[in-house]
């Protein structure tokens, strides 16, 4: 079974601007999280989609938001990018509470 | 809401020595896993955690959940150099997220 894909793998940004990240999970997981990791920090949660709805959302600004798709594959977008949105977005796929992450896109913003 | 704590934040050991890293919740948890993320790496699921007083043994890893259901204890003994990495815990706060403690870093002396 493949598992969790997320493209790009790197990206480069400079501030002001927008940027969209995907997320394909593994096949037959329904729920997608998203985190975003920056040293020091651990894992901050972002959104949870499950079925096409978000069901839970981190504490994050508006311009952080997301999307499912019915085939389950996820988006997340962050509008008017800050340098300090610099950091690892993870996304993680799961069927019950066991989480299986991506390898993640490395977002620096310049 | 509810916030993971782990202690310490890095941990140094020599190769072959044994080492203890704590998790600490706020509020009671459902139940409790960890991860490992490996240098360059994202996060793998290791174990989850359901019952109060829990001990569940992978190898060398011994991992424990507290009576309370409040807190959880990752045991390593006879560390390697396979064991290099960020070991989360990571707690369900009764909803669909799981809350992330900010990690344990561990490098190891050979």
């Known amino acids: 079974k493949a598992g969790v894909t997320q493209t790009p793998r790197y990206l480069i940004k400079t501030r002001g601007q927008q940027v969209t990240l995907s997320c394909s999970p593994i096949?037959?997981?329904?729920?997608v999280s998203w985190y975003q990791q920056t040293p020091g920090q651990g894992l901050q949660f972002l959104f949870e989609?499950?079925?096409?709805?978000?069901?839970n959302k981190g504490n994050f600004p508006g311009r952080f938001s997301g999307r499912q798709f019915s085939n389950s594959r996820s988006e997340m977008n962050v509008s008017t990018l800050e340098l300090g949105d610099s950091a690892l977005y993870l996304c993680?796929?799961?069927?019950?509470?066991?989480?299986?992450f991506g390898s993640g896109t490395q977002l620096s913003v310049l | 809401g509810q916030q993971v704590m782990q202690i310490p934040q890095y941990q140094h050991v020599q190769e072959g020595e044994d080492f203890t890293t704590y998790c600490n919740s706020s509020?009671?948890?459902?139940?409790i896993q960890w991860y490992k993320q490996r240098p360059g790496g994202h996060p793998v699921f290791l174990i989850q955690l359901v019952k109060s007083g829990e001990v569940k043994k992978q190898k060398r890893l011994t991992f424990q959940f507290g009576e309370a259901k409040k807190n959880s204890s990752l045991h390593i003994t006879a560390t390697q150099t396979t064991d290099v990495g960020t070991y989360f815990c990571?707690?369900?706060?009764?909803?669909?997220?799981?809350?992330f403690g900010a990690g344990t870093t561990v490098t190891v002396r050979a």
């Open positions: 990571a707690g369900p706060p009764g909803g669909y997220k799981l809350s």
């Open positions: 993680a796929s799961s069927l019950g509470e066991k989480l299986f």
């Open positions: 509020t009671t948890l459902s139940n």
């Open positions: 096949s037959g997981h329904r729920s």
């Open positions: 989609y499950f079925s096409e709805t978000q069901r």
